[in-house]
């Protein structure tokens, strides 16, 4: 049951995997039942991320889904959620939303083929291993939306934090022939 990806069916079916750990989790999921009237099932962080987006994207998209709901839901994730994360999500008939915490603490990178099909992962080398060459790092806090139609658009998220990526994913955990912010993991 805590296995990701997290699925929730409204609004209009949402899929999210994540790589962090949310510091204010317990905080959320009260705010989730209390505020927002929404039901967690599990003790994974990203089941309470999954229903912080979709709570914020029924409120923003007023039934209509476009590219400024889903940034604005992200947005209210900043704002919402503590600690670190990595998230991508689907949304059903609409695209692919890639976004990283406003302090930039777990990688995400991404890559095409061909023009047409792009992949998302936190290191470089699952991108080199498929053949994808890589586009560039997600900046921390920005969001990316992939819609079905091929259009990919960027979005910044202002803010004032500090970038702070994880030691550890240089020292423990990201294989040594990934490069994370255009730092060779084995050489850093």
């Given at each position: 049951s805590?296995?990701?990806?997290?699925?929730v069916?409204?609004?209009?079916?949402?899929?999210?995997v994540?790589?962090g750990?949310?510091?204010?989790?317990?905080?959320?999921r009260?705010?989730l039942?209390?505020d927002d009237?929404?039901?967690?099932?599990?003790?994974?962080?990203?089941?309470?991320?999954i229903?912080?987006?979709?709570s914020?994207?029924?409120?923003?998209?007023?039934?209509k889904?476009?590219?400024?709901?889903i940034v604005?839901?992200?947005?209210?994730?900043?704002r919402r959620?503590?600690?670190?994360?990595s998230v991508i999500i689907?949304?059903?008939?609409?695209?692919l939303?890639?976004?990283?915490?406003p302090?930039?603490?777990r990688?995400?990178?991404?890559?095409?083929?061909?023009?047409k099909?792009?992949?998302?992962?936190?290191?470089?080398v699952?991108?080199?291993?498929l053949?994808?060459?890589?586009?560039?790092?997600?900046?921390p806090g920005?969001?990316?939306i992939?819609?079905?139609?091929?259009?990919?658009?960027?979005?910044?998220?202002?803010?004032?934090?500090?970038?702070?990526p994880?030691?550890?994913e240089?020292?423990?955990?990201a294989?040594?022939?990934s490069?994370?912010?255009?730092?060779?993991?084995y050489?850093?």
């Amino acid at each position: 049951s805590e296995a990701q990806p997290f699925y929730v069916n409204s609004p209009h079916g949402i899929v999210l995997v994540h790589n962090g750990n949310l510091v204010n989790t317990s905080t959320l999921r009260s705010e989730l039942l209390n505020d927002d009237f929404r039901h967690i099932n599990t003790t994974s962080d990203s089941e309470v991320l999954i229903n912080i987006f979709a709570s914020s994207l029924e409120k923003n998209s007023s039934g209509k889904l476009d590219n400024k709901a889903i940034v604005d839901a992200v947005h209210e994730v900043h704002r919402r959620v503590e600690g670190a994360y990595s998230v991508i999500i689907i949304i059903l008939g609409y695209g692919l939303v890639a976004f990283r915490d406003p302090h930039g603490i777990r990688p995400l990178i991404y890559g095409s083929k061909d023009n047409k099909n792009h992949m998302i992962a936190s290191e470089s080398v699952a991108l080199d291993c498929l053949g994808y060459d890589i586009n560039r790092d997600i900046n921390p806090g920005e969001t990316i939306i992939f819609k079905s139609n091929g259009l990919i658009t960027n979005y910044d998220y202002k803010h004032d934090k500090q970038f702070s990526p994880c030691i550890f994913e240089y020292v423990y955990l990201a294989r040594p022939d990934s490069t994370i912010e255009q730092v060779n993991v084995y050489e850093s």
